[in-house]
């Protein structure tokens, strides 16, 4: 059933609007934090224990730059306490740009009458993706317009077509997605397909300031978004991606409009999202923003560090909208995914498109390097590039996934899994000079870990890869 909402009708209580922006408001406006209680705040994250609402506004209130600098800290101890060193790289790849709504943040909006409108063919898409596997790439998150064309059917049928790609020792292994909400039926139906995550950003979560930028379209419709991944919970998608477009409104408020939504998720169906995200509004083709809520590069590095005290085991995806300098300071304050040989033009990657042109993309990029020039500066700041999509293929993932990486277990899947992968690109991709560094890495790795007999499986395995050209070996 296509939605109109005339025919949408709550069927739950899980399924009801659930962000109250007085609460919020409420809790902003109240809470003025103490030396003590900033202390306090941090200490429980780093005991591991996810952070409440109010808690989260005693740091989102913090001023003191000393006190903002002991969450950074906080937040880079706690990180490497649950994630280690490992960063998990993946790439956008844009399969249709056609679009029914009016937001005026996006490029690709429908009254925008200078971009060409293109949707991948099949020949189209499978050279978009071998082109990829050709830098190396194992994970990607298809990024669909919202229009009637990319329905549930169009969705799952390009997403088995990505999976049937195999070129040389290249192949997808995890595909995840970033498109319009569906139905309960609609979900379904791109869940057997094979998908990985499914991402649906709120954009802002307060709801006047979203129907300032939302203003015509399906996606006016605040409540049929904010409600969307409850219904792919209900389909059977327990791998769900949320997130704001940070600079629509005030950040504090969307940071606790996030935390509101992971809340709902924890409550309702016993887990939390898989990944947060807060891209950054950058430039578009007649971008139409108030600029007042634009976000400092110094609270946007904050927020981030808020993000990871808030939530410890939830992954954090940050993009190439922001430039290297940012990325880097941002990494170390918890991010686990980042993408990377970023293109966001239509078929962008096959034609191998350098310059950036506005009118062609969705908004501007501002971390252009290759794939390979950031797994070297990865490997040189001694971080594990990862392609690992091992628990997703083996069923870790929803409550499961929970089960593993909630009481601090995951570093034993992820640290093997991530070595192994950055072994795979080391022999079929990098250059000899990225293969000699990211060995050296593996070696000092190695050096860390005790002997026991899950090392001595991994030695193994890396022999299996190098010396017998085995490949897709994981824990």
């Known amino acids: 059933m296509n939605y109109t909402p005339e025919n949408y009708k709550i069927k739950d209580e899980s399924m009801k609007p659930f962000i109250d922006a007085e609460e919020?408001?409420?809790?902003?406006?109240?809470?003025?934090?103490?030396?003590?209680?900033?202390?306090?705040?941090?200490?429980?994250?780093?005991?591991?224990?996810?952070?409440?609402?109010?808690?989260?506004?005693?740091?989102?209130?913090?001023?003191?730059p000393e006190l903002i600098e002991e969450i950074k800290q906080g937040a880079r101890t706690l990180k490497e306490k649950v994630y280690g060193h490992r960063i998990v790289l993946f790439a956008p790849l844009y399969v249709g740009n056609l679009c029914t709504n009016n937001c005026a943040y996006c490029g690709y909006k429908a009254s925008n009458k200078s971009v060409k409108r293109v949707t991948l063919n099949k020949e189209e898409l499978v050279k978009e993706v071998e082109t990829l596997q050709d830098a190396g790439h194992k994970r990607l998150i298809l990024v669909y317009g919202e229009h009637p064309k990319y329905g549930a059917e169009f969705i799952a049928k390009s997403v088995k077509e990505v999976y049937k790609v195999k070129k040389g020792n290249g192949e997808i292994r995890r595909v995840n997605i970033n498109a319009a909400p569906l139905d309960i039926e609609g979900f379904k139906i791109v869940k057997d397909s094979g998908i990985g995550t499914y991402q649906v950003f709120q954009e802002t979560y307060n709801p006047d300031a979203y129907k300032k930028v939302h203003i015509s379209g399906k996606k006016r419709d605040f409540d049929w978004r904010l409600t969307s991944l409850d219904r792919a919970q209900e389909a059977g998608i327990d791998d769900v991606g949320i997130g704001a477009l940070f600079g629509l409104y005030d950040w504090r408020f969307e940071v606790?409009?996030?935390?509101?939504?992971?809340?709902?998720?924890?409550?309702?169906?016993?887990?939390?999202?898989?990944?947060?995200s807060f891209p950054r509004l950058q430039n578009a083709t007649n971008l139409d923003i108030d600029p007042k809520y634009s976000v400092s590069d110094e609270d946007f590095t904050k927020l981030v560090a808020i993000f990871r005290l808030a939530v410890p085991y939830t992954g954090l995806i940050l993009t190439a909208r922001e430039p290297q300098k940012i990325r880097d300071e941002i990494m170390q304050f918890g991010v686990s995914q980042i993408d990377g040989g970023t293109n966001i033009?239509?078929?962008?990657y096959s034609e191998k498109n350098k310059k950036q042109h506005l009118d062609k993309e969705q908004f501007v990029i501002n971390d252009n390097r290759s794939l390979n020039e950031i797994m070297n500066e990865l490997i040189e700041n001694d971080y594990i590039p990862s392609f690992c999509t091992a628990c997703y293929r083996l069923g870790r993932t929803g409550e499961h996934f929970m089960e593993f990486s909630v009481p601090g277990f995951i570093k034993r899947y992820c640290t093997p899994n991530a070595i192994l992968t950055l072994a795979e690109y080391l022999e079929d991709y990098a250059p000899a000079e990225t293969k000699?560094?990211?060995?050296?890495?593996?070696?000092d790795e190695l050096s860390k870990l005790e002997e026991d007999k899950r090392v001595?499986?991994?030695?193994?395995?890396?022999?299996?890869?190098?010396?017998?050209?085995k490949r897709d070996l994981y824990f």
């Open 24 to 64: 919020i408001w409420e809790l902003i406006n109240s809470i003025k934090p103490t030396k003590e209680r900033v202390r306090e705040v941090i200490a429980k994250s780093l005991d591991k224990k996810r952070l409440s609402l109010e808690e989260t506004a005693v740091l989102v209130n913090t001023t003191d």
């Open 256 to 276: 606790l409009g996030i935390l509101r939504h992971v809340n709902h998720f924890e409550a309702v169906y016993k887990v939390g999202p898989h990944t947060i």
């Open 345 to 348: 033009e239509m078929k962008g």
């Open 436 to 443: 000699k560094k990211g060995y050296k890495l593996i070696d």
């Open 456 to 469: 001595i499986k991994l030695k193994e395995k890396l022999s299996a890869l190098r010396e017998k050209g």
